[in-house]
């Protein structure tokens, strides 16, 4: 068993990078994707620490995607440092961070709530800052009862909180993976909205650009919506994989491994992404 989709404090998790092997270890994972938004800051901390627990560390990121609907998320494995896929990674956090100061400004300045980046820096263990963070603090201020309120009446896209990042196009990110000698994942796929055949002429376009694989086996997808995704990608020849998404606290029904307990994405997909390398 494996799990190939985890975030850390490093991004928008609540737990530090090295835990995430110490859950993965706990829940009988052989091994387990690091694969925090836009970064790759985790990574090291995670490795040493899976080293000692006896579990295989992939090394992987996050990236989100402009489409025309939206948002589309793309994991990356088997990253490494330096290439053109870090140098892109490091401007897009000086992106965030850009964001997220003008995201400070609205919520505090001009809607006058109770935060400050101090708070929110704290929150994230000095690491990567992201939307639940942000949703943390205002939960222990009082301004709401919990991390999805704050997202429903602040946060989420449309919300007078929310606050526009810098994003890839898809073939930006498939584009770099490629040259970098990682392997592109389309992250939950369902997430994009679309019609079946929309999706499925979606996924072939990204196929032909050098998509490796479709993350049919998900955390919050039920058997049916598992299935459906696994024969899209099958149709277009992409691995299957599968993972929980696991963010800790913030995503409290997604543990590392299992998902919400019925979670079981097979060693067989890991061997078959690497497979995709070039090198």
């Known amino acids: 068993m494996i799990d190939l989709h985890t975030h850390s404090t490093a991004s928008d998790g609540s737990d530090p990078?090295?835990?995430?092997?110490?859950?993965?270890?706990?829940?009988g994972c052989r091994a387990v994707a690091l694969t925090d938004h836009d970064r790759m800051d985790g990574l090291e901390a995670a490795a040493k620490r899976a080293a000692e627990v006896g579990v295989e560390l992939v090394p992987g990121t996050e990236i989100s995607c402009e489409v025309s609907t939206g948002t589309m998320h793309v994991l990356i494995y088997f990253v490494e440092p330096g290439g053109p896929l870090e140098e892109e990674l490091i401007r897009l956090q000086e992106a965030r961070d850009a964001r997220n100061a003008r995201m400070f400004r609205r919520l505090r300045d001009e809607l006058g709530l109770p935060i400050t980046p101090e708070e929110v820096e704290?929150?994230?263990g000095g690491m990567g800052i992201g939307r639940p963070h942000v949703a943390a603090v205002l939960v222990r201020n009082g301004v709401v009862g919990t991390i999805q309120e704050a997202f429903d009446r602040y946060l989420a896209k449309g919300q007078p909180g929310y606050v526009e990042k810098e994003r890839l196009y898809p073939e930006q990110a498939l584009?770099?993976?490629?040259d970098s000698n990682a392997v592109p994942?389309?992250?939950h796929?369902?997430?994009?909205g679309l019609e079946a055949a929309e999706l499925d002429r979606t996924v072939g376009e990204l196929a032909a650009l050098g998509l490796a694989g479709a993350e049919a086996i998900y955390g919050r997808y039920t058997p049916e919506e598992r299935q459906g995704v696994a024969d899209l990608?099958?149709?277009h020849g992409l691995v299957v994989t599968g993972g929980s998404d696991h963010h800790g606290s913030y995503k409290p029904d997604l543990q590392v491994g299992i998902g919400r307990g019925?979670?079981?994405v097979p060693d067989a997909a890991l061997e078959q992404?690497?497979?995709r390398r070039r090198g």
């Open 17 to 27: 990078p090295e835990r995430i092997p110490e859950l993965a270890a706990a829940n």
């Open 122 to 124: 704290a929150e994230a």
């Open 175 to 178: 584009r770099l993976a490629v």
């Open 185 to 187: 994942v389309l992250a």
């Open 189 to 192: 796929p369902l997430s994009l």
């Open 233 to 235: 990608a099958t149709r």
């Open 262 to 264: 019925d979670l079981d």
């Open 273 to 275: 992404l690497a497979a």
